[in-house]
C-alpha cells in the first residue's frame, strides 16, 4: 500500500512569496523582513501592504475605518449573545461576502476592505451581546486596525501603550505560511470560489485549539497552576495524565518560535500585571524543563500563543476575545494567500487510500 501522510508534514503544496517560516533556525521572515523587526519598527497596517502587494509602503500605510453595515449588523443581530465571539466573526464575513458582490478573481481591494471590517465585527458582536450599540468608527479615526479593534470593544480611544502593544501582536499573527487555516483558504481559493469564502473556512479551521484556540488555554493554565511553587506538581500531573501544556510545541519549529521572543518583548515593555508576566516567564521555565524530560526525543518550546496570552490580557482583551483578535490579525495573511493561489494555483485535490471493506454485494 502506497504511503501515507495524514498530516502532510513536509509536503510542498505551494510556491510562495509571502513568508518564510523556517523551523530549524527559528526564522520567520515576511517578504524577506524578520519578525523582530517588523514587530519593533513596523506597524500593522503597513505589514498588511507588505503582505498584499510585496513591497514595504514608502509612507506608513493606514486602511480606512469601516463601519458594519445593515446586512453585516443583521446578521450579528441575528445571533445568540453566547454565540462564540469567532463565530460571530465568520458569521460576519459570510454576510459582507452575501452581499458586497465580490469578483472573480479577487481583489487587493476586497481585501483590503475586509482586513478593516474585521475588528468592527469582532467589537460590534462583542458589544452587541451585551446590549450595547456598536460604536461609530470614526471616533477611532488615526487608530491602525488594531487599535480600532479596542476601541469597537469599548467604545473607547486606548493608551498608546495598549494600542502598541497589540498592533505588535497583530504584526506577529499576521502571516505564517501553510498553517492549517491559511492551507484552507487556499484551498477553497483553488476552486475559484471568492474571497469570503476562503476567510469563512480558514476562521473555521483557526477555531481549534491545535491552532488558534490557545491563548485562553494558556490563560487557564497560568491559573490553576496559580504560583510557581506550585508549577512542578501540576505540570508534572497534567503530563501523566497525558494532556499538553497550552502554549508549547509547533508543527515546524524545533526551537524558540522566533513570535514568542518578539512578544515576550512586548509583554515585558507593557505597564499591566507585573505579578502575572512573572508567573509565566517563572512557569515558563519550568514547563520547558519538564518537557525535556517528558519527550526526550522531541523539541517542544515555547510557542506564539504563550506570551501571546500575557500581551492580551495586558491590553484588557477578554478572553474569550482571545482567537477572534487572532483571526482579525490573520486575516492579512489569509487575503496574501487567496490573491496568490487565485493567480498561480491550481486546483487543490490530494487522494486518500482507500482502506474500507472490498467491493462486496448489497444486503438485499
Ligand atoms: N505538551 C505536551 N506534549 C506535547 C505537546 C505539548 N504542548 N506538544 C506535543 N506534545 C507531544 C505529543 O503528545 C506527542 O507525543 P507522542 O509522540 O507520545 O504522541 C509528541 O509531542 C509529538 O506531538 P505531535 O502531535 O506530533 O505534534 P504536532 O506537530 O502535531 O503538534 C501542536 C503541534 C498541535 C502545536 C502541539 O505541540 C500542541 O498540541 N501544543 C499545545 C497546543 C498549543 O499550544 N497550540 C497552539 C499552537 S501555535 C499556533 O498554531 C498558532
Same mark, same amino acid.
Given at each position: 500500500? =502506497? ?24 526564522? *520567520? ?36 475605518? =469601516? ?15 453566547? =454565540? ?59 487608530? @491602525? ?20 502593544? *497589540? ?17 484552507? =483558504? ?17 476562521? @473555521? ?6 491552532? @488558534? ?58 505597564? @499591566?500585571?507585573?505579578?502575572? *508576566?512573572? *508567573? ?85
Amino acid at each position: 500500500m =502506497a504511503d501515507v501522510n495524514p498530516g502532510l508534514e513536509g509536503v510542498l503544496a505551494a510556491e510562495t512569496t509571502i513568508s518564510l517560516v523556517d523551523g530549524s533556525a527559528g526564522r *520567520l521572515l515576511y517578504r524577506g523582513y524578520e519578525i523582530g523587526d517588523l514587530a519593533s519598527h513596523g506597524t500593522f497596517d503597513s505589514v498588511t501592504a507588505l503582505l498584499l502587494e510585496g513591497e514595504w509602503p514608502a509612507a506608513p500605510a493606514s486602511l480606512p475605518p =469601516a463601519a458594519l453595515d445593515e446586512p453585516v449588523l443583521a446578521a450579528l443581530h441575528g445571533l445568540p449573545p453566547a =454565540a462564540a465571539p469567532l463565530d460571530a466573526l465568520r458569521s460576519g464575513v459570510s454576510a459582507w461576502g452575501a452581499a458586497r458582490g465580490l469578483d472573480r478573481p479577487p481583489t487587493p481591494d476586497e481585501a483590503r476592505e475586509l482586513i478593516a471590517l474585521a475588528p468592527a465585527i469582532v467589537g460590534g458582536f462583542a458589544r452587541l451581546r451585551n446590549g450595547d450599540d456598536p460604536v461609530d468608527p470614526a471616533g477611532a479615526d488615526g487608530l @491602525g486596525v488594531a487599535g480600532r479593534l479596542l476601541h469597537a470593544i469599548t467604545g473607547e480611544v486606548p493608551e498608546a501603550s495598549r494600542e502598541r502593544a *497589540l498592533d505588535a501582536y497583530f504584526v506577529c499573527c499576521a502571516e505564517h505560511g501553510l498553517n492549517a487555516s491559511t492551507f484552507t =483558504a487556499r484551498v477553497v481559493t483553488s476552486t475559484q470560489s471568492d474571497l469570503a469564502s476562503a476567510v469563512c473556512g480558514a476562521i @473555521g479551521a483557526l477555531k481549534g485549539p491545535l491552532h @488558534g484556540g490557545a491563548p485562553s488555554g494558556v490563560r487557564d493554565q497560568l491559573t490553576q497552576i496559580g504560583s510557581v511553587e506550585h508549577a512542578e506538581r501540576w505540570i508534572r500531573e497534567a503530563l501523566g495524565r497525558g494532556e499538553r501544556l497550552m502554549g508549547f510545541g509547533h508543527r515546524i519549529y524545533r526551537t524558540t518560535d522566533p513570535r514568542a521572543e518578539a512578544l515576550r518583548r512586548v509583554a515585558e515593555g507593557l505597564a @499591566g500585571d507585573e505579578a502575572w *508576566l512573572k *508567573l509565566a516567564i517563572d512557569v515558563e521555565d519550568v514547563a520547558l524543563r519538564l518537557l525535556a524530560e517528558h519527550k526526550p526525543n522531541r523539541v517542544l518550546k515555547t510557542n506564539v500563543e504563550y506570551y501571546a496570552s500575557v500581551v492580551l490580557d495586558g491590553v484588557g482583551l477578554p478572553p474569550d476575545l482571545y482567537t477572534p483578535a487572532f483571526a482579525v490579525a490573520r486575516t492579512a495573511g489569509w487575503c496574501a494567500h487567496v490573491l496568490e493561489q487565485a493567480e498561480h494555483g491550481r486546483l487543490i485535490r490530494p487522494d486518500a487510500a482507500y482502506v474500507g471493506p472490498a467491493m462486496r454485494p448489497l444486503p438485499l
